[in-house]
């Protein structure tokens, strides 16, 4: 006994109609937000790389150069994070200039910690504008402590 036309058809209608909501389900994130992928890695460089002096007043003139880039793990937080670059900079060179220690800038344990409190900084940027958004790291592209 062969199926019935209709019934071929009604079932392919029917597995068709499906199939969109199963796609959706493998694209949701770990955050539930359908199409959102959950292993994202977006870099958004800071532009123009950071120049500011550091040490202690009246010491000798020493000058830091830091290129930055931000990780992000959602595609949403770019926007958040270009419509409050402003901010976020000022931050960072504010950090920058409050650096006085110069040999601790220059070993890999003084970078990493700098780079903890700018990432903790920029977050706590975007968590006072209430943009729902955070960055997972702050990367130094280029770090040059020039004494």
């Known amino acids: 006994m062969t199926p019935q036309p209709k019934f071929v058809l009604f079932s392919l209608l029917l597995l068709f ?10 694209t949701t994130g770990t955050d539930g937000e359908t199409g959102e992928e959950s292993n994202v890695t977006d870099y958004i460089a800071m532009e123009p790389a950071f120049v500011t002096h550091v040490g202690t007043p009246g010491g000798k003139l020493t000058y830091l150069k830091a290129a930055v880039t931000l990780r992000a793990s959602r595609q949403t937080t770019r926007p958040a994070i270009t ?50 958004e955070a960055v997972t790291g702050v990367l130094f592209t280029e770090f040059v402590v020039q004494k």
């Open 17 to 26: 109609s499906m199939a969109p909501a199963a796609w959706a389900e493998e």
């Open 83 to 132: 419509a409050h670059m402003p901010r976020l900079r000022h931050e960072l060179v504010m950090l920058f200039g409050e650096q006085t220690d110069t040999e601790t800038l220059t070993t890999m344990d003084g970078q990493q910690a700098l780079r903890e409190e700018a990432k903790s900084r920029i977050n706590a940027v975007l968590e006072e504008q209430q943009t729902g």
